[in-house]
Structures are given as structure tokens and as C-alpha cells.
């Protein structure tokens, strides 16, 4: 493993914000700047869109053309290395305890990785992702989403005001596994609504057709873990340990600074992950079947194409990159909407606007929020002059709100033209799983304002969010909705 070298700012002329500003550093920790980091962004982007922050360790660029460039510029913005350069952050003492984070990190996956080995790899799986073979899931994508607002419309009665959000709301257990277990499918089987719509008097449903539940315990996470479970080949039953595993990956690699107690938490989840894949590979081994995994394993089989240990750690990598983040597109998405009731009313009365309006709600507070790159060489970008070898984190988040690419960017528009965020990234490494992602926002909002005449934020919702620079998401979302019908 090589440690990257970083190496501070040179001293900068007045008039500008001084690298390291107090106020900026102070701001840009969590929970402040994880709760909102629009107005920080705003300021970097006015006065230092390329700034060296002590905290970070790392270069943040914060301009939208620049945060295009760090993303697309492979050659100079290098995806080699990060993972030491972050671990480079733990004390030196740590490394005995995370034997497996070391060996994951060094290991080469989709994300970590620059052509060619990137477009060897990109290439075993983007037959899986392709638009068109996306879009034949949207029966599935449909029938998960019509039995989890079953499951919410049956389980989240009416509380009462105030009732807490704890994890025991409507549609899932503490654990996360689901209350019932009819087979993936809503009742019709194709995703149409249950008869709880009708306010026929299922149980636990309010005398007024209304309901109570959390969106992220109820909806926005078992969507997307359920679609890339079928597309991998995760049974339902696994899917409360992806859950764990993926939340100890995010949070360690989401984290501004590498933290010792989120490395030795993903040491023991890593450890689990990677002996529940092997369980997995073998039995596709002996059993192939038709999904992604068995792909995977016959490109090892055959030869150069896929080394095992690379078939592990790309299958973490999408694992968790293919839920925690649509998650937070569903729950990101839904916030907005109900702080904006115009243009929540709007989509109710034009469907058709849909699918601008998931692309607007992506550019408006993005899943995710940050590339990270290594420089491959000295470069001058926005005027400063970065060495070799020095991290870089560009925030898409920022790129997304501004001013000198959109008109009005601080206003949610769900009629915007021809919105094209950056929040799938850029260059080599766009999201690969874009099309999946869009189709699952686009059905679960549609299908959300379907089932309630009425949503609302709970009484005393808080919004709390993730301590998270990468992932930005929120830890629960309790609605109050009343049933359409
Ligand atoms: C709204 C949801 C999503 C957002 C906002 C998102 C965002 C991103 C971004 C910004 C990148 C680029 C990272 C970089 O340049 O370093 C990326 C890459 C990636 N995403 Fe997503 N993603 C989403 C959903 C998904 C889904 C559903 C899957 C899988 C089914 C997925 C799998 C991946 C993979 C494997 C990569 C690495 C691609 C590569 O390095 O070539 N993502 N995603």
C-alpha cells in the first residue's frame, strides 16, 4: 500500500478567502455542515472555488466547470489511491486491528480503479445496467413498490399526533426484515394498489383513511436493496445483513476524516460481507443462475477477466452503491417535495412531468454529493496550483447549485428544461446504475402520490441527516398521509 503524499497551499494574494478559513473549517464539520452544506458550498463557490481545508486534509473544489473537469479528467484526477491517502489518516497503532479494511482497500474495485483496468472491468458489468435492459424491470420495480405501500398502508395506522418514528413504524420490524413475506409481489401481483386505498378498514388503518409511517423504513430503503438484490442474486432474507454491512461502508467511506472507530466497524462488517459473497460465489459455482453474480463468476472462471479477489470487492462496491444511494434520491426527493406543496400539487396534476422532475430533484439535493481523485501531476485548476500526489474532493452537490450554470439554482422547479445534473459523477466513472436509479425514483414517487390524496410531514419532524460529506440522506422521514380512493 503507498501512502499519498499531501502537501499543503502556498501562501494566496488578498481578496480572496484564506485557505483554512476558521469560519469555513468550522462550518464544514458534521453535523452542521451535513445538515446543510448549500450555504458553504455558496461561499467556496464566491470566494475560493478551489480551497485547501486543514480538516480534510484535501483540495475542495467547489465551481461547477471545475467539478467537471476533476470528474471527467481522469488522467489528471486520478481514482488510484484515495483509499490510502484516507487510511494514511488512522494512527499507524490501528493497522493490526482492520486487517481486512486493509486488504479490501487494497484491492482494486470499479470505483478505485483507471482505465484500462477501469474499462475491463466497467465493460463485466455494464450489460447488466444498459437502459434497455433497465427498463424491462419496470414490471418489478412497480410490483416491490405496490406491496411495500401495502405493507405501509396496512401497518401504519393512525397513532395519533406526535407518534414517535421510532424503527417499529409501518412496514418493517426494528431489524429491518419485513413484516410479511408474500413473495415480493403486491396483492394484484402487478404493482396496482392493495384494497387499503379504498379505506375499506384494514387493520391498524385510521378511521379517516390516514396512516402514519416512516418513507425510509417503509419505502425509500427496501426498494432499491430489494432491486439490486434480485439483479445480484441477494435472497430477501440477506437483505437485512446488506443493509448492516452497506451502512458501516458508507459511513466509513462518507466520512470527511477517516475515523478509528468507523474502521474497526467496518474491519468486522467487511469481514462478514466478504464470507457471505464466497458463500455466494461458491453455490453460483456448483448452480449458476440468471443474474448479475453468475455472470460474474463464470468471467473468473474463464480465465483473465475477472480475478476473484477483484469480483469481491466490485461486488461490495455495487452492493452498496446500488441502495444507499436511491434510498436517499426517494427520501432527498420526497423532503423536497413536501416543503415545496406548489410544486408537489403540480406533479400530482401533470404525471407526465415526472421524469424532468426527478432529475430536477437529483440536482436539488444530491444523493450523493462528492467525487474524490488523487492528482496524477501538478495542475493548475481555478487558478491554483495543486501538486501530484494531493487528495481532491469535488463537490457535485455545489456544481449542481450554481448560479453560473442555472438560472435560479437555490429554487426547486419541477418544470425545468432539459435539467442534467452532475449527480451521477462524470467521465469514465458515471454512475453505472443511472438508468436503475431513475426508473426506481420515478415509480416510487409516482406511485407514492398514487396511494395518498395527502402527505404530510409528521407533527415536530426534525430533519436529521446522515453525519455523511458523501451520502447525504436522511435517518428517517415520519409522514403522515391520507389514502387516496
Ligand atoms: C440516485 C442514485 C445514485 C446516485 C446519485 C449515484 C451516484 C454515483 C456517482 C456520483 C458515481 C461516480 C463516482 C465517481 O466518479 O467516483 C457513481 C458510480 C457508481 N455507481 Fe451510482 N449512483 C446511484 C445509484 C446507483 C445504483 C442503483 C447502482 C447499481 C445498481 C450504482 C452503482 C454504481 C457503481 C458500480 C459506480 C462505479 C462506476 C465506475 O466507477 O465506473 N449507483 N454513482
Redesign the pocket.
Same mark, same amino acid.
Given at each position: 500500500m503507498t501512502s499519498a503524499t499531501v502537501v499543503g497551499p502556498p501562501d494566496l494574494g488578498p481578496g480572496t478567502l484564506a485557505d483554512g478559513d476558521a469560519a469555513i473549517e468550522q462550518a464544514l464539520h458534521p453535523p452542521s455542515f451535513t445538515t446543510d452544506p448549500y450555504p458553504v458550498y455558496a461561499r467556496l463557490r464566491d470566494e475560493a472555488p478551489v480551497y485547501w481545508s486543514p480538516y480534510f486534509g484535501q483540495w475542495l473544489v467547489a465551481r461547477g466547470e471545475l467539478v467537471v473537469e476533476v +470528474?471527467r479528467q481522469w488522467e489528471i484526477f486520478s #481514482?488510484v489511491g484515495w483509499d490510502s491517502f484516507f487510511m494514511s489518516q488512522l494512527p499507524e497503532d490501528l493497522r493490526p486491528e482492520i486487517p481486512t479494511v486493509i486488504d479490501h482497500f487494497r484491492t482494486v474495485n470499479? #470505483?478505485?480503479?483507471d482505465p484500462p483496468v477501469?474499462t475491463r $472491468? &466497467?465493460r463485466l =458489468?455494464s450489460k447488466a445496467?444498459t437502459p434497455r435492459r433497465i427498463a424491462t424491470l419496470e414490471g418489478r420495480v412497480r410490483a416491490v413498490t405496490g406491496r411495500l405501500l401495502d405493507d405501509v398502508c396496512e401497518g401504519g395506522g393512525d397513532g395519533g399526533p406526535g407518534e414517535p418514528a421510532g424503527d417499529n413504524w409501518a412496514g418493517r420490524n426494528s431489524d429491518g426484515r419485513q413484516r410479511d413475506s408474500r413473495n415480493g409481489e403486491s396483492r394484484h401481483g402487478d404493482g396496482r394498489q392493495g384494497d387499503s386505498r379504498h379505506g375499506d378498514g384494514h387493520p391498524g388503518q385510521g378511521a379517516a383513511g390516514q396512516v402514519s409511517f416512516d418513507l425510509i423504513a417503509g419505502l425509500a430503503y427496501p426498494l432499491?436493496v430489494a432491486?439490486?438484490g434480485e @439483479?445480484y442474486g441477494v435472497g430477501e432474507s440477506d437483505h437485512a445483513d446488506l443493509k448492516r454491512w452497506s451502512k458501516a461502508v458508507v459511513a466509513y467511506t462518507g466520512s470527511s476524516v477517516a475515523h478509528p472507530h468507523l474502521a474497526r466497524e467496518l474491519d468486522t462488517a467487511l469481514a462478514e460481507f466478504r464470507a457471505y459473497l464466497r458463500g455466494l460465489v461458491a453455490e453460483r459455482r456448483q448452480r449458476p443462475r440468471d443474474d448479475l453474480l453468475s455472470d460474474l463468476v463464470a468471467a473468473v472462471d474463464e480465465g483473465e477477466r475477472l480475478a476473484e479477489d477483484e469480483l469481491m470487492a *466490485?461486488s461490495i462496491? =455495487?452492493l452498496f +452503491?446500488?441502495?444507499e444511494? *436511491?434510498t436517499? $434520491?426517494i427520501g432527498n426527493g420526497t423532503l423536497a417535495l413536501l416543503r415545496h406543496p406548489d410544486q408537489l400539487d403540480l406533479l400530482r396534476r401533470r404525471p407526465e412531468l415526472l421524469p424532468g422532475a426527478v432529475e430536477e430533484l $437529483?440536482r436539488y439535493d444530491?444523493?450523493?454529493q &462528492?467525487?474524490? &481523485?488523487i492528482t496524477t501531476c501538478d495542475i493548475n485548476i481555478g487558478g491554483r496550483e495543486i501538486p501530484k500526489g494531493t487528495p481532491v474532493t469535488a463537490f @457535485?452537490g455545489s456544481a449542481n447549485r450554481d448560479p453560473a450554470d442555472w438560472d435560479r439554482p437555490d429554487e426547486l422547479d419541477v418544470t425545468r428544461p432539459d435539467v442534467f445534473p452532475?449527480?451521477?459523477?462524470?467521465?469514465?466513472?458515471?454512475?453505472?446504475?443511472?438508468a $436503475? +436509479? &431513475?426508473l426506481?425514483?420515478r415509480i416510487a414517487f409516482e406511485m407514492l402520490l398514487e396511494r395518498f390524496a395527502e402527505l404530510t410531514l409528521a407533527d415536530g419532524f426534525e430533519n436529521r441527516w446522515h453525519p455523511n460529506v458523501a451520502f447525504r440522506g436522511l435517518v428517517e422521514l415520519p409522514l403522515r398521509g391520507v389514502l387516496a380512493g
Open positions: +470528474a #481514482s470499479i #470505483s478505485t480503479t477501469h $472491468l &466497467r =458489468l445496467f432499491p432491486m439490486i @439483479l *466490485t462496491n =455495487l +452503491a446500488g441502495h444511494t *436511491t436517499n $434520491l $437529483l444530491s444523493p450523493v &462528492r467525487v474524490r &481523485r @457535485l452532475m449527480s451521477f459523477g462524470g467521465g469514465p466513472h458515471y454512475c453505472i446504475g443511472a $436503475l +436509479a &431513475r426506481e425514483g
